[in-house]
């Protein structure tokens, strides 16, 4: 995560950000939560009031009744009614307070997050992979959805803070306001520290700033030293003692920034203190005390009131400010995911169906990634035929895998690509992509069921044999029959105990067993067999070709060996193509495929004899 | 069960809190005295606003001069003035850079543990996931054991002063704020257990929430994601994942409530009756004056908001003492792979005997069986087979990473056991399937730990054998690029081949006397391959190289070839006799060289 930029933008952010944009941003998350759960906010408002007003009722009202009654001479069981009267307030408005935040609140936000959570995810699955080149763009996506599961809820809860606040803060401010309208000046009061705390928090926040860098590098290296990823490494070279170093190293500087701001953040914070805790409180006392013990005319249980809620009326309104602060924080994080949800996806959805058939051909196509300075394609021409075997060839870096992703519509580039004569961009989507099967060099698999990972789609009963059919093609159909529960056995133990771990050539195995799953027109392989040992690579060539005898097949690979028996080999090279032909035309040409094609046979050829 | 209520025993708590005292104590002894102070000083400044408080509502109640009460308040104001001063020296300073070098200091040891310990731990989930989590924990532990100490402290001082103050109203009053405070510690108790059992629910949802938004998240998956349907599966998994949640929250829902009411019935009855029965001493026996009511309902609130803190600090004690446990567990393990003490000459040779190996956890499965191979000084070794035939594992054998469970590996006759573990390492160099380029820099990467001028030559050089060469004239930075961009923007993403030819230069660069390269030609092209293949042969003349591979093309010219499946050597011999014995190999052998030799 690229923590410094997120810090630098969010600075530069909340100058900009202006005062409508931050209240619309909030009330679109509250509009999100209200269609998920409708009237939630309004009863944590109705609980939150209720609240706010029992504590003043019982802290402050009751204790001001008692003493005024005593000092006014009213009965015994006059006053212990009042008290049994408001205990009784308070048991009954406690109990509805604890049924909805133990019943009600804790299930509705469940089932909010999950709406807004499948709202984002939609989107996620949507927006074009060139987003994920585009630093920026990644960013906001990758805050996105990490705010979408928790930002709601926070909105809400500041929205019941200054809820609560507010109720308490009137109720006592009224009272202190019917006690003597001269206190309202004291109540002021905090305010004057509100521009110190300005520049404290400005203080904090640049020093937390130049913190940044060297507390990700502290978060690295401990990563380096957890991960089973490095163990290895980390046991037989003395990269522990480098590491230990840049640690140290790291350390020592937040301490050396700790203190280059340690007099001004200690003065700053001594000051805002003192006019909060201190001046404040005492100075309302002080007057209070005077009017009662001095001037007279204050009576006794006002002045105990004046003692005890003048600090918490100060405080209310500086927490007022705080909160409203929160939610300049909040629009901030929804800023992100406004801005993710109402992105439209530059791979647009065409409207015209796919033709019967046809060949897939690329026109002067060139692309770059975006923010890259080359183009990693450059005027690509090639005929990838309705059922041909075609392989694409070269060096790592020549462009082959990009090749793929423009076939499969993950980018759009410039050039044309037509499927059966008709541009590919005014297909539908997901029906285009529908008629793909793709095994990437990377492929992933997914902590879900074998067949599920096998149908990468949701799964019914009637696949079943589908799912045996696939596993037995690719050869696994043994091992997961060993499985206890089968093809229904979950890959990976981190969510269940008896889940699988997978070998490497086992994983691409299945990888390709997708591939057997479905109907494909086309089907491209990115170099799958890197992980497979020979035999089973052979093996899987063999039945893959025989499935494939109806459909085009597009292979990558830089072992030349499998690439001999397609019907057209394109050799890349730095983005262009630099030889097109089969493989006979290929060495008769004698140029960079057949050196290449020589390095490779040179090791087996002795036994060509 | 019984082993978990033994570890949560009072007596297993407070030897786990006090260890984690000691262990702060190890690295800022000042922090551990400061923690104390603290508790006392801000314990009497809690006393003092109580005792002002009385003193103010005395003379109110007294009706005293304005004068009298007015004192109190200065004294006050000026004693907070001066209070102040040190608080926030000792937050705002002292306390953020003790921290900082509690933090370097735990951290230090944390990682010396961490790279002594054995790696068949990683293979233990249990284990692992401790272990991540003691990593993880430590330090946020040691400063919560701080805190709360600090906040024990100052809490029971504070209630001593406030309990003095409440007798000296009425006893009466004070021994029922007592009791009932008694009987909020229960029920906190109560509150807590069940708050452990719900996370305990809980935790396995969330893991597997956070699995999906990781999913959606990460740019690894974008792919899989578009070109298929897989995003449905997992947005039903969520579906489904939600259902058990919102299930966890209503089982808990219900205990939630009626702890909840049973806390807010203690609480009313807490202020109520202390309330009503100093009325009726004020007001019917009239022992007590206007300002000690005043008094004793301001210290009602107090002293319940100040058992509430007290019981949660000595919960979280108990909290803390389990967690505690697990980093004493992570800090005090020894690694079963001991160092020898015998110093390790120049490798001539290296047999195993019989060697017998299973992972923890797989004991069922033999990774190895009885393996018997010699290697002397000098020679190429290949080992080639199946995937999961025990190829790694062999090395892994080798490094010691593992100890065999039968059988032995000798080092120039012998026992691995015997000889320095470090040294044994630094003898042997090995590119793993799954090498690790660190965010450091080249030189860094190459030299395999800090690098220093001198080492120029031979980072270069290495570079150079590796055939990184010509990447290295187009870095701006030379050998100074910093790799990753994990701090740096501007740092350089190698690519996966040219990433393998750093991890493979990082082995020339050791100048070992054994050189393991596990399939190292993996992500390479064909001229890579190739060139590498070149440099391996020419420095193989000096080196032992033991290199796994299943492209038979690389392997052919190795002194010995053993041929692996399911743990066992089942061939063994130069190319040429395998080819003769028309076994495996040369099944496998023909089955690759058929398509260039059909072709050419």
Excluded at chain 1, 280 to 295: C, E, I, R
Aim: proline share 3%; aromatic share 10%; hydrophobic share 40%.
């Amino acid at each position: 995560m690229k923590l410094s930029q997120l810090f630098k933008k969010k600075k530069s952010d909340k100058i900009k950000m202006p005062i409508r944009r931050i209240i619309s941003n909030n009330i679109f998350m509250l509009r999100m939560a209200h269609r998920s759960v409708p009237g939630l906010l309004l009863c944590d408002i109705v609980v939150t009031v209720g609240a706010a007003l029992t504590s003043f009722l019982t802290s402050t009202y009751m204790l001001r009744y008692a003493l005024n009654g005593i000092a006014e001479g009213k009965s015994f069981s006059g006053i212990a009614a009042f008290v049994l009267v408001c205990l009784a307030a308070q048991l009954l408005l406690g109990w509805s307070q604890s049924f909805f935040y133990s019943k009600v609140y804790p299930v509705k936000t469940c089932k909010m997050t999950n709406d807004i959570r499948k709202v984002v995810y939609e989107k996620a699955a949507q927006v074009e992979l060139g987003c994920y080149e585009n630093p920026e763009y990644y960013d906001t996506y990758v805050k996105a959805i990490n705010e979408c599961t928790s930002r709601a809820q926070a909105v809400m809860g500041s929205v019941g803070n200054i809820v609560y606040i507010i109720t308490n803060f009137s109720a006592n401010f009224g009272l202190l306001l019917a006690i003597d309208p001269l206190l309202l000046l004291f109540a002021l009061l905090p305010l004057m520290c509100i521009p110190i705390t300005a520049v404290a928090n400005k203080i904090v926040y640049n020093r937390n700033m130049e913190m940044t860098a060297a507390n990700r590098r502290k978060e690295y290296t401990r990563r380096t030293f957890y991960l089973s990823d490095y163990a290895k490494e980390m046991r037989l070279s003395n990269m522990p003692a480098l590491m230990l170093e840049r640690f140290w190293e790291a350390g020592t500087r937040v301490i050396d920034i700790i203190k280059k701001y340690g007099f001004r953040v200690i003065t700053l914070n001594y000051l805002k203190t003192e006019c909060l805790e201190m001046l404040t409180p005492l100075s309302a006392t002080m007057y209070a005390v005077w009017k009662t013990l001095g001037a007279g005319t204050m009576g006794y249980g006002d002045c105990v009131v004046v003692v005890n809620s003048i600090s918490t009326v100060a405080y209310s309104l500086t927490n007022i400010s705080d909160t409203l602060l929160k939610f300049q924080d909040h629009a901030l994080y929804i800023e992100n995911l406004r801005k993710f949800l109402e992105y439209s996806p530059k791979i647009t959805d065409g409207d015209k169906p796919l033709p019967a058939g046809g060949d897939i051909v690329l026109e002067n196509v060139s692309f770059r990634y975006e923010g890259a300075e080359g183009y990693t394609l450059r005027n690509i021409s090639m005929r990838l035929g309705e059922k041909e075997k075609i392989a694409i060839v070269g060096h790592n870096g020549a462009g082959k895998t990009t090749l793929v992703k423009l076939l499969l519509r993950l980018y759009d580039a410039e050039g044309e690509i037509t499927y059966g004569g008709e541009k590919i961009s005014d297909f539908a989507l997901r029906e285009y992509r529908d008629a793909f099967s793709a095994v990437m060099q990377d492929f992933h698999l997914f902590a879900l069921p074998v067949a599920e990972n096998v149908l990468l789609r949701p799964q019914n009963p009637e696949d079943e044999e589908v799912i045996i059919e696939s596993l037995k093609k690719s050869g696994l159909y043994e091992k997961v029959k060993g499985f206890e529960n089968g093809a229904n056995t979950v890959m990976t133990k981190e969510f269940d105990p008896n889940g699988v771990q997978m070998s490497g050539g086992e994983q691409q195995k299945l990888a390709i067993a997708h591939v057997y799953s479905k109907n494909n027109r086309f089907v491209i392989l990115d170099e799958p067999s890197s992980a497979l040992d020979p035999i089973a690579e052979h093996e899987m060539y063999e039945r893959m070709s025989e499935a494939c005898r109806d459909c085009g097949m597009i292979f990558i690979s830089h072992r030349l060996s499998s690439a001999v028996s397609a019907d057209r080999i394109y050799l890349m090279e730095n983005g262009e193509i630099a030889e097109v032909g089969t493989h006979r035309e290929l060495m008769e040409l004698n140029g960079r495929y057949a050196e290449m094609f020589r390095h490779q046979a040179e090791n087996y050829a002795e036994v060509a004899v | 069960m019984s082993e978990k209520k033994n570890r949560t025993s009072p007596k297993n708590v407070l030897k786990n809190n006090l260890w984690m005292i000691g262990f702060v104590w190890k690295y800022t002894p000042g922090y551990v005295i400061w923690i104390v102070l603290e508790g006392i000083l801000w314990g009497i400044n809690n006393s003092v606003g109580i005792i002002y408080t009385k003193n103010l509502l005395d003379a109110l109640g007294d009706g005293a001069a304005f004068r009298k009460a007015a004192g109190v308040i200065l004294t006050y104001a000026v004693y907070l003035l001066l209070f102040h001063v040190w608080h926030y020296w000792y937050w705002n300073y002292y306390h953020a850079v003790v921290r900082e070098k509690l933090h370097l200091g735990i951290h230090k040891d944390l990682f010396r543990q961490a790279v002594r310990l054995d790696i068949s731990r990683y293979d233990d989930p249990v284990f692992y996931n401790d272990f991540v989590w003691a990593m993880d924990q430590a330090y946020s532990r040691a400063a919560g054991v701080m805190e709360d100490t600090g906040k024990l402290i100052n809490r029971t001082v504070a209630s001593f002063t406030l309990t003095g103050v409440l007798f000296s109203v009425d006893a009466a009053t004070a021994v029922i704020i007592l009791g009932l405070a008694g009987l909020r510690v229960y029920l906190t108790s109560r509150s807590n257990r069940m708050y452990l059992q719900y996370s305990e629910s809980i935790n396995p949802l969330e893991r597997k929430t956070q699995y999906i938004n990781r999913v959606f998240r990460l740019q690894d998956y974008a792919k899989e994601m578009r070109v298929t349907r897989v995003s449905e599966n997992l947005l039903h998994e969520l579906d489904d994942n939600t259902e058990k949640i919102k299930e966890v929250e209503r089982t808990f829902g219900q205990k939630r409530l009626t702890l909840d009411t049973l806390h807010d019935v203690l609480h009313a009855l807490g202020t109520g009756a202390p309330l009503l029965l100093i009325l009726y001493k004020v007001m019917i026996t009239g022992t007590v004056g206007l300002g000690g009511f005043a008094i004793a309902m301001n210290g009602i609130w107090t002293m319940s908001w100040l058992i509430g803190d007290l019981i949660n600090r000595i919960m979280k004690y108990h909290e803390h003492g389990i967690f505690v446990e697990k980093i004493r567990c992570f800090m005090e393990c020894e690694p079963q792979i001991q160092s020898g003490e015998q110093s390790v000459p120049p490798m001539e040779s290296m047999t195993l005997r019989g060697l017998t190996f299973s992972y923890p956890g797989k004991e069922s499965v033999h990774a190895l069986e009885d393996v018997n191979l010699d290697i002397r000084r000098g020679e190429k070794i290949a080992i080639v087979g199946y995937n999961g035939a025990g190829k790694t594992t062999l090395t892994k054998l080798l490094m010691r990473l593992y100890d065999p469970d039968s059988g032995e590996i000798l080092y120039n006759g012998k026992n691995i056991r015997e000889y320095k573990l470090d040294e044994l390492r630094g003898r042997v160099a090995a590119v793993f399937q799954d090498y690790r380029i660190f965010a450091a820099s080249l030189a860094e990467n190459v030299a395999g730990g800090v690098y220093t001028e001198d080492m120029e030559e031979k980072v270069r050089g290495a570079l150079e054998k590796s055939t990184f060469g010509d990447k290295l004239q187009k870095l701006p930075d030379g050998l100074d690029t910093p790799l990753t961009r994990e701090f740096d923007n501007s740092g350089t993403q190698l690519s996966g081949g040219e990433q393998q030819k750093v991890a493979i230069a990082r082995a020339f660069f050791k100048d070992a006397d054994l050189i393991i390269l596990d399939e190292p030609s993996s992500a390479l092209d064909p001229d890579a391959e190739y060139a590498l293949n070149q440099a391996i042969a020419s420095y193989a003349n000096q080196k032992t190289v033991i290199f796994i591979s299943h492209r038979l093309s690389t392997t052919r010219h190795a002194d010995r070839i053993y041929m692996f499946e399911e743990g066992k050597i089942i061939e063994s011999g130069s190319h040429e006799e395998l080819m003769a014995l028309d076994g495996k190999y040369a099944y496998m052998f023909n089955l690759q060289a058929e398509k260039y030799q059909t072709a050419s």
